[in-house]
């Protein structure tokens, strides 16, 4: 756990769980290295942290969609690879699966993401990267407390 005497140290806490997802959603599998000529992105790290910004998520669903991309990481084979832009969608369906985990009612929707991604992804394919990831989890949401205690600690 991260303790200091500067600063706020939610803030600081928040900034080494956004740093957490970006390492670990970036190094879930090999992708290539050829950029989308049709979807410009910005740096991954700027993506998460511009969208974390915007959605003012609780650090409770950042710490479960960490713990659903380290979960995922386990059931990949070790064959997968991924496209340019595999570690953006893992990390939307991620933190979307998570909102909708933890709070039916003001839980992120496909078009929420939509728009505070400014539509680099349409609902559809939003809803196609939910779906995936959920299956890629085998649909295994499940999250004990000790869970995120754990986690928690080694931040």
Same mark, same amino acid.
């Given at each position: 756990?991260?303790?200091?005497?500067?600063?706020? *140290?939610?803030?600081?806490?928040?900034?080494?769980?956004?740093? %957490?997802?970006?390492?670990?959603?970036?190094?879930?599998? +090999? /992708?290539?290295? /050829?950029?989308?000529?049709?979807?410009?992105? *910005? +740096?991954?790290?700027?993506?998460?942290?511009?969208?974390?910004?915007?959605?003012?998520? +609780?650090? +409770?669903?950042?710490?479960?969609?960490?713990?659903?991309?380290? !979960? &995922?990481?386990?059931?990949? *084979?070790?064959?997968?690879?991924? @496209? %340019?832009?595999?570690? %953006? !969608?893992?990390?939307? @369906?991620?933190? &979307?699966?998570?909102?909708?985990?933890?709070?039916?009612?003001?839980?992120?929707?496909?078009?929420?993401? /939509?728009?505070?991604?400014?539509?680099?992804?349409?609902?559809?394919?939003?809803?196609?990267?939910? !779906?995936?990831?959920?299956?890629?989890?085998?649909?295994?949401?499940?999250?004990? @407390?000790?869970?995120?205690?754990?986690?928690?600690?080694?931040?």
């Amino acid at each position: 756990m991260l303790i200091s005497n500067q600063g706020n *140290p939610n803030k600081i806490k928040r900034d080494s769980v956004l740093a %957490y997802i970006t390492v670990t959603v970036d190094t879930l599998l +090999p /992708c290539s290295n /050829c950029k989308d000529q049709q979807r410009i992105l *910005p +740096p991954l790290n700027e993506f998460v942290n511009s969208f974390i910004e915007k959605s003012k998520l +609780p650090i +409770p669903i950042l710490l479960i969609t960490l713990l659903y991309l380290t !979960r &995922l990481k386990t059931k990949l *084979p070790s064959t997968a690879k991924g @496209a %340019y832009d595999t570690p %953006y !969608r893992l990390f939307l @369906a991620s933190v &979307l699966t998570s909102s909708k985990y933890l709070s039916d009612l003001n839980s992120l929707t496909s078009i929420r993401v /939509c728009e505070m991604i400014q539509r680099q992804y349409s609902v559809r394919e939003i809803n196609s990267m939910e !779906r995936s990831f959920l299956s890629l989890l085998s649909y295994d949401l499940r999250v004990t @407390a000790d869970q995120l205690q754990e986690l928690n600690k080694s931040l």
